[in-house]
């Protein structure tokens, strides 16, 4: 397509983390003159709602019930990213130690899926939409084109994560271990590469690159 005409498509961005995903969907969409959605964010906002109400995180059905009745809303607008758990922003509490130490939990639970996944279904419907994830290609919107998945060693995206959060590179090595070990191991839609996703290593590239690379992919 020219660039000139507004990009209309999905594009699907799924890995683990630490490959730089988060930022190369954000400037991919700005780029495209697309919308953005982190899905991630929406399971982390999920993940506030089950610690402010202090349910046990082996208890599914209390999981599951507590989501239900939580109100997530999400910015698509990649200048303007926002988050709101019954209408107040969590921004900053998605992303403390507590989060992101219990999400794997919640986003295992499948009702909480089948939720999130149909409420991402109904923010992509429109299309000109960048989304990232993990099970994005895979489950969520499986005709996305392009369909990529990133991926970086566990040494980059640990050193990459080290110096978003401020952390030591082998405690949080040793987090996204177990995190990745977690998600991939997970009944429900485990982090997997779909079978007709493009996988892009990050490992040596910058983020200019990733993002000029996946320009090319989109524009085809
Ligand atoms: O991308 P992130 O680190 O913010 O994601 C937080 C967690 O949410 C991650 O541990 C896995 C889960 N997740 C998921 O299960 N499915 C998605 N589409 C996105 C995230």
Redesign the pocket.
């Known amino acids: 397509m020219s660039s000139q005409s507004p990009f209309a498509g999905v594009v699907a961005l ?1 890995g683990p ?1 630490g490959t730089g ?2 930022t190369v969907a954000r400037r991919l969409a700005a780029r495209l003159s697309a919308r953005y959605l ?7 906002a999920a ?1 506030v709602a089950v610690l402010h109400a202090d349910v046990d995180l082996d208890d599914q059905v209390a999981i599951a019930a507590t989501v239900e009745a939580a109100q997530i809303e999400i910015s698509t607008d990649p200048d303007n990213t926002w988050v709101t758990l019954d209408g107040v922003a969590v921004d900053g509490e ?2 403390t130690a507590d989060t ?1 130490a219990a ?2 939990a ?3 639970v499948p009702a909480v ?1 089948a939720q ?2 149909a409420a ?1 279904r109904e923010l992509i419907d429109s299309g000109g939409i960048v989304v ?5 290609g895979s489950v ?1 919107w499986p005709t996305a084109r392009p369909k990529v998945y990133l991926t970086a060693s566990a040494r980059a995206r640990a050193e990459r994560r080290a110096g978003e959060v401020g952390a030591d590179v082998d405690s949080v090595a040793a987090d996204i271990a177990r ?1 990745d070990g ?2 991939s191991s ?1 009944a429900a ?1 485990p ?1 997997t590469q779909a079978a007709d996703a493009i996988e892009l290593d990050t490992t040596e590239l910058d983020i200019d690159d990733v993002v000029a690379k996946l320009l090319e992919l989109a524009q085809d």
């Open positions: 799924d983390s995903k988060s982190d899905t991630g964010a929406m399971y982390r993940t998605i992303r992101t999400v794997s919640v986003s295992a899926r999130l996944v991402q990232e994830g993990r099970d994005i969520v995190r977690l998600d997970r839609s982090l």
